[in-house]
């Protein structure tokens, strides 16, 4: 079973910024894609960033002032947030999936972290 721990959110002002980290944990043989979504209160999930083969995909809505990293070989990723809007208030969440070993049996995961909670003040 493959674990996702989402860090670094918090309260923060309009145009101020936050780093949120996430770490991935268990039998990993090698991670494809990581990503942060989001959901607001009413609103569906949506895509902040992804990255894959080191390369970042961002949703329109942060083009510009978020940045997503990736350090493959401690399975961490990070999401640099600037510029933060009111409109950026919502539970981000990390997720990832690739190839897990399951005692010595390769299979494909995806998971989830539990999120956790950005809110910018205006």
């Known amino acids: 079973q493959v674990q996702l721990v989402e860090s670094g959110g918090g309260l923060v002002r309009t145009g101020g910024s936050l780093t949120l980290s996430c770490t991935a944990s268990?039998?990993?043989?090698?991670?494809?894609?990581m990503g942060w979504y989001r959901q607001a209160p009413g609103k569906q999930r949506e895509l902040v960033a992804i990255?894959?083969?080191?390369?970042?995909k961002y949703g329109d809505s942060v083009k510009g002032r978020f940045t997503i990293a990736r350090d493959n070989a401690k399975n961490t990723m990070t999401l640099q947030m600037n510029s933060l809007k009111p409109e950026d208030t919502a539970v981000y969440y990390c997720?990832?999936?690739?190839?897990?070993?399951?005692?010595?049996?390769?299979?494909?995961?995806?998971?989830w972290g539990q999120g956790t909670q950005v809110t910018v003040s205006s």
């Open positions: 990255i894959s083969s080191g390369i970042p």
């Open positions: 997720s990832a999936d690739g190839v897990q070993s399951d005692r010595g049996t390769l299979g494909s995961f995806g998971s």
């Open positions: 268990g039998n990993i043989v090698g991670i494809n894609v």
